[in-house]
Nanobody
């Protein structure tokens, strides 16, 4: 099976940047679709971005489009999320996810999840 671990969360002021890392281990495949989700207290998990194994198909949630960039390094089994121009509404726990199939914006499309990393953006 696959294990995922997120790193890079923290506290920043609005307008600044953070870069998140997702390190995969175990029975990983370069063809796995990987994605980022986030969740604020009392709210449902929200789709952030998705990238397929070949790095040719990339999608973003409407609230982060134009500000965030998803990427992956298959040789290092690592996925990244570069977050620029952060806003207070970006605050939440960010989760790394992976799936065998062609994952979409639903959390149900992914069978492997990390533990999450907290991102806090202050005004």
């Amino acid at each position: 099976q696959v294990q995922l671990a997120e790193y890079g969360g923290g506290w920043v002021q609005a307008g600044n940047s953070l870069k998140l890392f997702c390190q995969a281990s175990g029975a990983t495949g370069n063809w796995y679709t990987m994605a980022w989700f986030r969740q604020a207290p009392g709210k449902e998990r929200e789709f952030v971005a998705r990238i397929d194994g070949s790095r040719t198909h990339i999608d973003y949630g409407n609230f982060v489009k134009g500000r965030f960039t998803i990427s992956r390094d298959n040789a290092k089994n690592t996925m990244y999320l570069q977050m620029n121009s952060l806003k207070p509404e970006d605050t939440g726990v960010y989760y790394c996810a992976a799936g065998v199939g062609v994952g979409g914006p639903s959390p149900d499309d992914y069978e492997y999840w990390g533990q999450g990393t907290q991102v806090t953006v202050s005004s």
